[in-house]
């Protein structure tokens, strides 16, 4: 029986080739969903350099270890390619299609196959061939540029505006889409190009509208959304904590404001020629209280205050408790499957993947006896301690490719 648990995508089979960064994150959100999401790993590992216990992107999946660049591991591909809905890989373009895996040998294999395409600059362009990293795509299309005050330098939020937010989301709803068209059409399947610089370029697009408008000055810490407005942005308390403001409406600054104790010292919001003065007041009145008691006073407001947690505080905030946002599983502590389904949950299934434990499972379930086959021994293999005589179309390929 194939693993695949609940969640809508039950019945659904993904192949990811192994990378690190947006890919395994996006092949994790289908494998959460429900889909049967079988890794195809390879010979020395291409994770974060973490114990692959504790890499929860690769929780919900299994594990085959395949060397693709021996002509019986492109075989194996192949394999599950033909008995896969999905195929999923993150390496720099032109890759793939070297090593015999590419869209158009899997696609010959099995017309219906969605094979999704997860880079940093996307499959062509001027910079498509280069290494990069989720901080220069943010960078490149503006949207790290807004972030940060107006006299210091942009503040980049780890790699999850790019990577995860622009590039594993985008490719999740371009994976979806494509698989939903190829069912309508009669199982006709296609290649999705998900790069990071697209997906985090279509982000900003409100603001975009906002900045033709004349509602957004083209420089950051001067609008309303990105600290610019003293009613929305972040405040240090007493004790070196942080409260976070986003008090936008009226009526909720007015009762952010009357809770805050500043009703009657405070300049008005309206005017931005007095934004820094009435900064200057908010960020007195916080200094007075400790952050804990900060969040006593606005519990139960709709002044929109919120204290900043830790990543390690997050779990045990009493409304993210009681939603179950987090959960534990296998001695870790994580964020659970995210969105919620009504009919069909998602759920956390499987401990993360441990590389090539799974193969005997896979090759039963997928009907692929050729996984058991053991690999031949590799003459241009260079031995322990020499030089790597292979071609360099062979050696080294990024695994990332972004």
């Not at 969605?114 to 061939?129: E, I, K, N, S």
């Not at 980049?156 to 190829?182: C, K, M, R, T």
């Not at 003293?230 to 009357?258: C, I, K, N, W």
């Not at 998602?346 to 434990?357: F, H, I, K, M, S």
């Amino acid at each position: 029986m194939t693993e695949s648990g609940n969640g809508p995508l039950s019945g659904v089979r993904v192949v990811e080739l192994a990378g690190i960064g947006p890919g395994p994150f996006a092949a994790m959100l289908l494998a959460d969903l429900g889909a049967d999401v079988v890794r195809v790993d390879r010979p020395g590992g291409a994770g974060l350099g973490i114990d692959p216990a504790h890499d929860i992107t690769n929780r919900n999946k299994r594990s085959v270890l395949v060397d693709l660049k021996t002509p019986q591991g492109v075989a194996q591909v192949l394999d599950l390619a033909e008995r896969a809905d999905v195929l999923v890989e993150g390496y720099r373009p032109g890759v793939a299609e070297r090593l015999g895996v590419g869209p158009e040998e899997c696609r010959a294999r099995n017309p219906r196959l969605v094979y999704g395409r997860m880079t940093g600059w996307g499959q062509q362009g001027p910079l498509a061939d280069t290494a990069g990293h989720d901080i220069g795509y943010i960078a490149l299309t503006g949207a790290l540029g807004m972030t940060g005050p107006p006299d210091g330098p942009p503040v980049f939020p780890a790699n999850l505006l790019g990577d995860y937010a622009g590039g594993s989301l985008y490719l999740v709803i371009g994976v979806l889409a494509a698989l939903q068209h190829a069912r309508a059409e009669g199982g006709t399947g296609q290649v999705v190009d998900a790069a990071i610089v697209d997906g985090t370029a279509h982000l900003t697009a409100m603001i975009h509208g906002m900045l033709a408008a004349g509602g957004w000055q083209d420089r950051r810490g001067t609008n309303l959304l990105d600290g610019g407005a003293p009613f929305y942005g972040t405040y240090e308390t007493a004790d070196g904590g942080h409260m976070a403001v986003g008090a936008l409406e009226q009526r909720f600054y007015g009762e952010f404001s009357r809770l805050l104790g500043i009703e009657d010292d405070a300049p008005g919001r309206d005017d931005p020629a007095a934004w820094d003065e009435l900064r200057t007041v908010i960020a007195a009145r916080f200094k007075t209280r400790t952050r804990e008691e900060w969040t006593t006073v606005f519990a139960g407001s709709d002044a929109c205050v919120a204290p900043v947690l830790s990543l390690r505080e997050a779990p045990h905030h009493p409304h993210l408790t009681a939603r179950g946002t987090f959960l534990e599983h296998g001695g870790i502590t994580q964020p659970a499957p995210a969105p919620r389904f009504s009919r069909t949950p998602g759920a956390v299934r499987r401990p993360p993947a441990r590389p090539g434990a799974d193969t005997e499972e896979i090759a039963r379930d997928w009907r692929v006896p050729g996984l058991l086959v053991p690999p031949p021994a590799d003459p241009t293999d260079a031995p322990s301690g020499g030089p790597d005589r292979r071609p360099p179309s062979v050696r080294n390929e990024p695994s990332k490719g972004q």
